[in-house]
């Protein structure tokens, strides 16, 4: 596969993980578990926040979006609403964003990774020019790699399955980095479901085919597509809240920036 830039040579460490998810799934939760697992083992973590709208961080971040755009003023000066308030913070920042990378870079002997916390408005980061910008300026400098959470309790339900599948693929295919799935709150709901859905087409179309509001010709075409793009990834289930997973999570990572140095 080909990238939209050019990555120099770098080195493997540190690795970038760029947290995306839905509303509601978990991510700032799971941050905090990522990080609380990182300094108890050992591992040598830096946190960036890009979410300038947040109010409080459970976690400290080494770099801090809101201590450079002041999101509230922003919504004043340009007149605009919470999302445009966001959107346009994210732009200001990606502006700059040089600058985070060379404070990475300084950094970098001593960093394993460096944990990348987005807006929870995902379309703000996914769909903007400055979410590409930011996740190509890490990806042209490190090897990045892209955590899905997903809702697992939520996700048993097949169309809300297929939803996050098809967003999850879009991401996959717009930022061509490596992609891990981490199915959020296994103490609910164990993603053993979602591990079949994935590995069995038939059976997550036998699934699906229950649910009226979808046709069968569009999800048997859906179900090809997602059989397609579960090739292309690595999934593990994790808990922000009891801690389950925080092992395989970061396997996951690892031969995720293993597969990325093989391809860049
Ligand atoms: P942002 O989008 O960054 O605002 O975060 P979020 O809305 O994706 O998730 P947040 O971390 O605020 O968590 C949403 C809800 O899910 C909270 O009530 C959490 O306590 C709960 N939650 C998060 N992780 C888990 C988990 O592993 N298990 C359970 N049972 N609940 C969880």
Redesign the pocket.
């Known amino acids: 596969s080909q990238m939209a830039f050019q990555p120099p040579n770098f080195r493997r460490k540190p690795v970038v993980i760029v947290v995306i ?10 941050l905090h578990r990522l990080v609380a697992h990182t300094r108890m083992s050992g591992i040598r973590g830096y946190v960036l926040n890009l ?1 300038p709208a ?1 109010m409080t961080l459970p976690f400290g971040a080494n770099i801090d979006i809101r201590d450079t755009v002041k999101y509230k003023e922003v919504m004043k000066e340009f007149g605009l609403g919470p999302n445009g308030g966001i959107l346009t913070s994210l732009n200001l920042f990606a502006t700059k964003f040089d600058e985070v990378i060379g404070l990475v870079e300084k950094r970098a002997d001593d960093l394993d990774y460096v944990l990348v ?1 987005t807006p ?1 408005q995902i379309e703000i980061f996914t769909w903007s020019a400055s979410g590409s910008i930011i996740t190509e300026a890490f990806a042209s400098t490190f090897p990045t790699v892209v955590a899905y ?1 997903l809702d697992t309790p939520r996700s048993t339900n097949p169309v809300t399955f297929m939803s996050n599948m098809l967003y999850a693929c879009s991401i996959l295919y717009k930022t061509r980095l490596p992609l891990v799935l981490a199915f ?5 709901s164990h993603h053993q479901f979602a591990l079949e859905w994935m590995e069995d087409f038939e059976a997550f179309q036998a699934a699906i085919e229950n649910d009226k509001s979808y046709t069968s010709t569009l999800s048997r075409s859906l179900c090809l597509v997602l059989d397609e793009f579960y090739q292309n990834l690595r999934s593990v289930g ?5 801690g389950a997973g925080m092992e395989d999570f970061f396997a996951a990572v690892e031969s995720s920036a293993d597969e990325y140095m093989e391809t860049y």
């Open positions: 998810g839905m509303a509601g799934n978990g991510k700032t939760t799971l979410d947040v916390d929870g959470v959020n709150k296994i103490d609910v994790v808990s922000a809240v009891t």
